[in-house]
């Protein structure tokens, strides 16, 4: 979205709420002490319910009409990556919603706030307001608030790596989305659930629900979801050791991102990650770092996110172009190893975040300690990887730590870990990856 149409809509829904007796304050000190006030307000309502949950009926029309307008203004909030005017407008339009009883408004700002709670994280407070979403949604008996419902909350459940709760949910919201003719939730729906499988390690799911998902956006000729269709699309191409293929959608991609006008930091993220990607397997260094520093500065820019799980993209292509600069100048290295170092720590707080980080996280860390001559410190990293990718059923990224752990060590240690690490690349078809275990595991 163009940044004057931002501004545009943002001076718009405070005009409305300013003449519906609910103004968003001014300045920053002011919003930052509202904020405080509004959480306030949310404690006493989970304290003492019966006395301010539901008590305004009378002005259920108004409240409701104030904490739609707070909704938008949160969505405006993230797309420009505004991180407390964000939470200041759930919590409030919480606060409104609650006040006015249950409705579908409620059902979604219950939804959101498992979202913001998620991300601090206070866990248990995410799960208690999934709950009350789901009941609230149903409460009500309104599909489309139920669909928003079983949608965001599985952002969520993905992140904390419950992928039963977030694969059923996900399937419901694309099935109740189907029933209403409402494509773009049905399509939001089969993007979370390919980031399910990917995670996973289910490859072969992956290309069936990207292929729906580009047609049907291509159908409706909307080139976001086109151009995230595509994205993922190469990215799966390359763990599937398909480079062209991989160039082929980049390619198609570039096209759509100069059709579209609604691109902002996260949007651009994926873009440049495959790009760096691509150069990388290419052997096209210097493209691939130029793509890399790019989508660093991007990610720099943004709180974790779902999307910033790139930033393991960026750590692969420097800690890659790092390990193969030996006959580089010092201060090159040096320079991609300083870079290598903040896309580990950046890594690092996606994943206290995002539990489903810590295996990329702990990998990347431990390609770090190799290179930087801390082999014991490396082998620590990539056995909590193995451990963390087995609690979290991650078979891909099991197959990564074993890979790691295999390619250095020596004697039995070494065949072993590159066994595993083959038959679990054979097993979930992801041939770039099993390609260099074999060829690995021919070495001395």
Not at 105 to 128: C, T
Not at 250 to 269: M, N, P, S
Not at 299 to 305: D, F, G, K, L, N
Not at 335 to 345: I, L
Request: overall charge positive; some cysteine.
């Amino acid at each position: 979205m163009k940044l004057r149409h931002l501004a545009e809509g943002r001076a718009h829904l405070e005009r409305a709420l300013a003449l519906l007796g609910w103004p968003v304050p001014a300045t920053r000190g002011r919003l930052v002490a509202s904020l405080l006030e509004q959480v306030l307000r949310q404690v006493l309502h989970r304290v003492w319910p019966v006395r301010f949950v539901g008590r305004t009926r009378e002005a259920r029309a108004t409240l409701l009409e104030a904490a739609r307008a707070y909704e938008r203004l949160g969505e405006l909030s993230i797309i420009a990556n505004e991180h407390i005017p964000f939470v200041y407008s759930i919590v409030h339009g919480l606060n409104l919603a609650e006040t006015a009883g249950p409705s579908p408004e409620l059902a979604r700002f219950y939804a959101s706030m498992s979202v913001a709670a998620g991300l601090i994280p206070l866990h248990p407070l995410a799960e208690m307001y999934s709950r009350q979403a789901w009941e609230t949604a149903q409460r009500v008996n309104d599909l489309p608030a139920l669909a928003w419902v079983l949608a965001v909350t599985s952002v969520y459940r993905l992140g904390v790596g419950q992928w039963t709760k977030a694969q059923d949910a996900l399937g419901q919201a694309a099935e109740i989305a189907d029933r209403l003719g409402d494509r773009r939730r049905w399509e939001e729906s089969l993007v979370m659930l390919e980031l399910v499988h990917s995670t996973r390690g289910e490859f072969a799911r992956c290309v069936e629900l990207l292929a729906d998902l580009y047609a049907s956006a291509r159908h409706r000729n909307d080139v976001q979801f086109q151009r995230t269709g595509l994205i993922e699309q190469g990215m799966l191409a390359l763990v599937l050791g398909r480079v062209d293929e991989a160039a082929a959608f980049l390619k198609a991609a570039a096209a759509v991102l100069t059709e579209d006008e609604t691109l902002d930091r996260a949007d651009q993220i994926p873009y440049y990650g495959l790009l760096a990607l691509v150069h990388l397997r290419r052997g096209e260094e210097w493209l691939a770092r130029q793509a890399a520093e790019t989508a660093a500065q991007l990610i720099a820019q943004t709180r974790p996110t779902l999307v910033t799980r790139n930033a393991s993209v960026v750590a692969e292509v420097y800690l890659t172009l790092w390990e193969a600069s030996h006959d580089r100048p010092p201060a090159e290295r040096a320079a991609v190893a300083q870079a290598a170092r903040q896309a580990c720590k950046t890594l690092h707080d996606f994943a206290r975040v995002f539990p489903i980080g810590q295996p990329r996280a702990w990998l990347w860390h431990g390609l770090y300690e190799w290179l930087a001559g801390q082999p014991r410190q490396a082998m620590k990293a990539w056995r909590k990887t193995l451990a963390a990718a087995e609690r979290l059923a991650m078979p891909y990224d099991q197959g990564l730590a074993h890979y790691e752990i295999g390619r250095h060590a020596t004697g039995p240690e070494r065949q072993e870990h590159l066994a595993r690490a083959r038959a679990l690349f054979a097993q979930l078809g992801a041939a770039y990856d099993l390609a260099r275990a074999e060829a690995a595991a021919k070495q001395a």
